[in-house]
Every structure is written in C-alpha cells, then in structure tokens.
C-alpha cells in the first residue's frame, strides 16, 4: 500500500512530522508536494508531502487515510527547499513549507478561486433564429446578431449584457457558454521605465558573456559590482533573455517592491507577458493567479521582493538579486531566512547562475564571490565630486545645514535643477528634554527616547503617541528643547530656504498609503525644479536625470548604531546617493555632513571606494572575528517582568555552552533596550562552523522551550543577524 509521508502546518513546535498516512486509490494521484487534509488526533489539520512510500515502519492497521487532497501543490524541489529553510534558520518544516506553498494555501485554507469569465458563442439554432424563423425580442436580436457578425466568443462585458440573459439564450438553444479562467493582473507602475534596447558596453558585453558561460555551463556564482548608473539592470536583462532562449527560468529580486518601481517596469517592458510579479501588495486574487502563471509555465520570469525566491520555477537557469547590500533581504519574523542565502542554495541545486548586483557589495560577497566590474557610468559620465562637511565646531544657532549646503541648495534650486537632502531620522525632532532639570521624554513602554513630530511625541519602535507636552512633567519648567533635525524640521528649514521651488517630502509618515511612494517620486520627477527630501527612501532605485546636487544631513547617524554593519551602512547610503546626483547633463556634486569626517566609511565614500572600504572593513571583520569570518546565531529571549528575562537567559546560556563545539564563543546574556514593554537580553553565539552552531542552538531550543513558555518567557533564534 502506498504511504504519503506528511508534513502537518502547525505553528506547535513539538508537532514536529513527518507523519505517515495511508493512501487509498481515490488519493492515487498524490505525489510530493500534494497538500492534503488529514485526521490528526481529534483535529484535522492541512499537511504537506513531503515523500511518498511503499511502506510504513507502523503497522498498517493503525494508519488512517488523509481527508482529501487540497488543490495542486508544489514541485518536489520547492518542498525540499522549504524544509531546508525551515531547518537551516532553527524554525519547523511546517514554517519553510508554507513558504512554498500556492499564496492562500495556509491563511485560507486553500488558495482563492480563479475568476472566471462567461463567453457566449452562436449555435446553428441561434443562427437560424436570427434568419427570422422564431420571433425575438429586439435586445436578443441584437446580442444573436452581433455573435453572429463577431464569429467567435464575447464576453457579457463585450455584449453589454447581464449573466442571466446569456443564460436565457442558452435555454432556448441559441447561444452556447462556457467559464473561461482569466487571469487577474497587478498593474506595474510606470515612473521612468524605458524597453528600448541598447547597444551593450564592453564591460557590460563581459558580464554578460560570463552569465551566459554560466548557463551553459553548470551554474556560477557572480558578484557584479557597478557603480550606480552603471548599466546593472540592463545586464540582467540581457542575462535573462539569454536564460529564456535557453529554456531556462528566471527569478529577479528587487529590495522592496515600492523602492523598485522601475527596476519592475523595465523587466516587464522588455520581457512582456513572461514576468509575473509576486509580491504581498496584490490582491489575494492577483498573487494566486501570477503564481499560477508561473507554476504553469506560462511565465518564466519572477520578479518580486525576498519571498520570490520561492517562486514556482521548473528548469532555473538564472537567479538574480539586485542591490544585494540592502538589508530588507533579510526576514524579520520567523523563519528568519536571508533571501540571498535562500538564493545561493537555490542556484546551486538547480545549477542556475547566481548573479548579485550592487554599487556597494556587502563584505561577504567581496570575500566569496567571483566578481565582475563595470567601472563606469554607461553614459560615460564622471562620478559626481564628493565633499565631506565637518559640522564640529558650528554654533548651535547655526541649525543643522551647513553654510555651504545652504549655498550650494540656494544656487541648485535657483538655477532651475534639482537636489536630493538625506536626513536619517524622521519626524521633526530625535530628542525633547527639559532645560531645567534634564528629564529626557522617553517612551513609558520601551527604553527609548520620543521622537517630536508636529503637535505630539511618538515611539518609533512601539507606536507609542501622547500630546506634545506644554510643561516638563517633573519639574514643572516650560522651557523644553528639541534636540537634531528629523525630516519634519528639514523640511521646514529647505523650504522657507528654498521658496517657491517645491519641497517634497518622502519618509514612511507620508508615503504610507499604498502608492503614495511612487506618487512623491513621480511629483518630483515632473517638477520643473524643487528638492526630494527624505529618509534613506530618496537614496534607492530611482533614475531622474536632472539631479544635480546630493545632500546627507547626518552622515553619522547610522555610525553610531552599536552594530558590527554599522560602518557598511554607513558607506553604502552615502555611495547609493552619491550615485544618484550627476545623471544625464550637467555635474553633479555631493555634500556630506558630519561629525566624524575622518570615519573610514565616510572617507572611503567620499572617494567612491569600494574596494578601498572593503579591504579596511574586511581585515577589521578578521580580527574581531565578525562574518564573513565567522558565523553568528543571535538568541533573543524577553518577558514581561525583568527578572524573569534575566533567568531564561541564564537558563539558555546554561543549556547552550555545553552544546557548543570548541572554538565557537558565546557571549552575553547581554541586556537590550526594553520594548513594547519587554524585558530583553540576548546570547550571541561566534563560530566558524555554522551548521555545528545552528544545531547546537536548534537543540537548546528543543530542549528549554517547555520550560521557558511555563516562565512567561519568549524566545526568538535569529541566525546570520543583519
Ligand atoms: P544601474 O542599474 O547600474 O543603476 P541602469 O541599467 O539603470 O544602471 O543604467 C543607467 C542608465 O544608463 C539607464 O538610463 C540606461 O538605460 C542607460 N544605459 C545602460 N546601459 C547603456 C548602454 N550600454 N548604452 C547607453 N545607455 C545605457
Ligand atoms: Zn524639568
Ligand atoms: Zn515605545
């Protein structure tokens, strides 16, 4: 008798399967990667194939038969790929495997419906009746006659008619229908997107020829490092032709689908009806009928953020990851998967190309990949000069914009062009504390000071809001201050600076609505002159020509996180903006402003050098034993109250030391702000041995979750933390 080995979706961590069930002949079609409702003890539960079987180890009379089979499932290869998420980023099978799974499989319980569409075509009945043997009223008479004229199938739509009279038609004879699914289509935005092709330069020729030797060979592995401008995208485009002549598929990821708009419009334009986009902004009806195209074949080219790596693929031959740096790869909820990793194991089971693309590669991808360069702009432009501002030492009264930012915003404006101002904080100030005897306005919730925004103070991790205070709490004293420049004040400050030019505001309060983001872009591009003002929003994925003039306000904002990326971020915000001013006629120039000008990451930015911040940034890597010289696996562990935080995390560090191989380390417990009013601390295992790290700590898990859960306790494995 056949067996179906089944993976239950069950969030429960001990449910761990896979659980053999019997499968009788009605289910004979079930195959790996069917999805199937099964009896599970008193419940019934959704499962997942994971492997079918002549045999069982239990006795035949104590397995029981699935329920039914869910519609279509997934390919074998997807199956393995979720379980090897699930494993590899210390979650269940069951979390990988809904990865996988047609969009709606586990949130519904089963993928929404097609759509279909009613198509009417004349019958020789119909056409007869039309000759005037039968009387007609005159509506039918005209729906007969133009079915006649057409020849073929029309829609209600088409006719101008309602469901019921087709149906009418139908019962006297005259028409004959049938339901026709028809897919349901995301729009794709349009700011700037081109198709026309052009002529490949010769370093953009050898980059694509070493895709293609790839896809002729078996796989590879390349990192493309391109200045910004550089003509990236139309290499993908080119490797992705070349991957579809050869039958091949193609999976394209984009950071974030509102910050790629273009990126999107271009692969559509160029490749037409064959790219789908998966992405969670489309309707449950749209994300099921793209993934639909491409589990049919029908299209061949995914393009979408991280979870489009997951995409119904057969016969994979190129995945490419655009702007590789950008964090958003990585996944913050559970499985804490990194769409490149995801990527790479992918490419190589199926022996596709890998291709990562950036201005500013991560240090891991300078280390481990072969790598490919296009040195120069396509337009054949210089890079536009950088110059680093020190704001040490200007009066307070100064404001946050330097003299020569002033300037040099005043002269852009007023020549008619156009400038981008990175500000790193939004809101209209970071700090509020009172003059008289210090108190800082914190959030009650989370250990963290309230960002001013017009009118009220609000939490930027927990959505905390309360009215800006008039008085300070404590002590009584009216004179408060606000302290630094979010976007809000900058606004303010460009504006009055800059009138009447338009300021545009780009940051998540103003472009949260969907389509706001792409709307502000395109305002900007249409305007005659003005300046794009925002957070690190305005310094990605976007193309507009007339820029002439780069400003980061606070360079150092994002060097004083206490974070090993720290100096990385750093130097690709300011390279990715650097990149964006200069394009089409007229030089570009670019500020920044900066407490720490002498900061590597600054330095190294500011001379466009990559390869000169890579090589420092590397060696520093090595000697604090950071990745990509060793691997990491934070563990997160918080409650309520803070003593209990404080023993979980002993409890798992206790747990976790003996389990670990030697010359791995693990440092901590270590506190970490408190948020959403939790207590935190955090573990943090060091190790050159990633797999022996992963399941030291998988094990651990196993092992304490009972006992953390009855403490009040939660924990959270982030492995490879970004
Ligand atoms: P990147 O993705 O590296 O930022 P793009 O592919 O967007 O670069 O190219 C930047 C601009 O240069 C685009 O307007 C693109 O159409 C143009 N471009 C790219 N390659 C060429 C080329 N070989 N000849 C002329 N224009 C090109
Ligand atoms: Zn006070
Ligand atoms: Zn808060």
Redesign the pocket.
């Known amino acids: 008798m056949a067996i179906a080995r089944v993976e239950p979706l069950t969030t429960a961590r001990a449910l761990r399967g896979p659980f053999d069930y019997a499968l009788p002949d009605r289910l004979a079609h079930v195959d790996i990667g069917s999805v199937l409702l099964v009896p599970f003890g008193p419940r019934r539960l959704l499962g997942v194939v994971v492997d079918v079987a002549e045999s069982s180890e239990l006795d035949p009379s104590r397995l029981v038969e699935p329920v039914r089979a869910i519609a279509a499932g997934v390919t074998p290869e997807l199956v393995r790929l979720g379980q090897w998420v699930g494993h590899e980023y210390c979650s269940t099978a069951a979390r990988g495997l809904e990865l996988v799974l047609p969009p709606g499989t586990v949130s519904r319980g089963k993928p929404p419906p097609p759509k279909l569409e009613l198509r009417a075509e004349i019958t020789p009945a119909g056409g007869a009746a039309l000759d005037g043997a039968v009387r007609l009223g005159a509506r039918q008479r005209e729906v007969l006659g133009r079915l006649d004229d057409a020849g073929a199938e029309l829609t209600a739509i088409d006719l101008g008619v309602d469901r019921a009279a087709l149906r009418r038609l139908q019962d006297r004879g005259y028409v004959s229908l049938r339901e026709v699914p028809v897919n349901r289509r995301p729009e794709v935005p349009v700011v700037g997107a ?1 198709s026309e092709r ?4 010769p370093d ?1 020729r050898a980059a694509v020829d070493a895709i293609v030797a790839g896809l002729d060979g078996r796989g590879r592995e390349l990192l493309l490092h ?10 993908y485009l080119a490797a992705a032709e070349a991957a579809l002549e050869r039958g091949r598929g193609v999976i394209a990821l984009v950071p974030e689908i509102a910050l790629t708009p ?1 990126t999107l419009g271009r692969f559509r334009a160029r490749l037409g009806e064959q790219v789908a986009l998966l992405h969670s902004r489309l309707t449950p009806g749209q994300r099921r009928d793209e993934w639909t195209r491409l589990r049919s074949g029908e299209a061949r080219v995914a393009v979408g953020p991280r979870s489009a790596i997951f995409a119904p693929i057969d016969a994979l031959g190129l995945v490419i990851v655009d702007e590789e740096h950008e964090a958003s790869y990585k996944q913050e909820g559970d499985p804490r998967y990194d769409a490149r990793d995801v990527a790479r194991h992918r490419a190589r089971g199926a022996g596709a190309v890998l291709v990562a ?1 950036t ?1 500013t590669p991560r240090p891991e991808s300078w280390l481990t990949m072969e790598r490919i360069e ?1 040195p120069t ?3 054949g432009r210089s890079l536009p000069d950088v110059e680093v501002l020190d704001m040490r030492g200007l009066p307070g009264s100064a404001g946050p914009l330097h003299p020569r930012t002033r300037e040099a915003l005043v002269a852009a404006a007023g020549s008619g062009g156009k400038a981008i101002v990175l500000v790193n904080r939004r809101g209209w100030a970071p700090f509020l504390d009172c003059r008289s005897c210090g108190h800082a306005f914190g959030c009650p919730r989370c250990d963290v000071s309230l960002v001013v925004h017009s009118g009220e103070l609000r939490c930027h991790h927990c959505g905390h809001r309360e009215a800006a205070p008039e008085a300070c709490g404590e002590c009584g004293s009216v004179t408060l201050a606000q302290h630094g420049a979010g976007t809000e004040r900058a606004e303010r400050i460009v504006a009055d600076l800059v009138a009447p030019h338009p300021v545009f505001r780009l940051d998540s309060d103003t472009a949260a609505g969907s389509g706001a983001h792409a709307e502000i872009l395109s305002r900007f591009e249409r305007a005659e002159s003005g300046i794009l003002l925002g957070t690190q929003m305005v310094a990605k994925g976007h ?1 507009f020509p007339d820029v002439t003039l780069g400003v980061v306000l606070d360079a150092d904002a994002t060097l004083r996180f206490p974070d090993f990326r720290a100096e990385e971020r750093t130097f690709a915000l300011i390279a990715q903006l650097a ?1 964006r001013s200069g ?1 089409g006629a007229g030089d570009g120039r670019v500020l920044v402003q900066t407490l720490a000008p002498e900061a590597e990451a600054i330095r190294h930015a500011a001379r466009h050098d990559a390869s000169g911040f890579l090589e420092g940034e590397l060696g520093r890597r090595q000697a604090l034993m950071y990745p990509p010289y060793a691997h990491l696996v934070r563990v997160e562990l918080s409650a309520p109250e803070e003593p209990k935080a404080q023993a979980g995390a002993e409890l798992a560090a206790r747990e976790l030391a003996p389990r670990l191989s030697e010359g791995a380390q693990l440092l901590g417990p270590a506190p970490m702000f408190r948020r959403r009013n939790r207590y935190r601390r955090q573990l943090l295992v060091k190790s050159d041995d990633r797999v022996a790290a992963v399941s030291a700590v998988r094990d651990t898990v196993d092992a304490i979750t009972r006992e953390l859960r009855s403490k009040d306790v939660a924990l959270a494995v982030d492995p490879d933390p970004s």
């Open positions: 081109r052009v002529e490949l330069n953009q391109g200045v910004t401008g550089s003509g990236k995208t139309e290499v273009q693309g201005a296009l702009r396509a337009d193309d990149g394009r």
